[in-house]
């Protein structure tokens, strides 16, 4: 067994607040949101995490 995955909670992007069959797991850097804890961990669905992945390479 995994406790990875909870079925029982509802998945949620962090980023634009839609429910998504899958979210990924994104742990942000410290500094990046000076508001939050530093590397606090969020979920993003699979669009969003790809364009944050876009927005860290194109910086
Ligand atoms: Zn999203």
């Known amino acids: 067994m995994d406790g990875e995955e909870n079925p029982a909670e509802e998945l949620r992007c962090d980023f ?11 742990a942000l850097d410290s500094g990046y949101d000076r508001l939050q804890k530093p590397h606090r961990e969020r979920y993003a669905c699979a669009r969003c995490s790809e364009q944050k992945e876009q927005e860290r390479h194109s910086k």
């Open 16 to 26: 634009c607040g839609e429910h998504a069959p899958n979210v990924r797991r994104v």
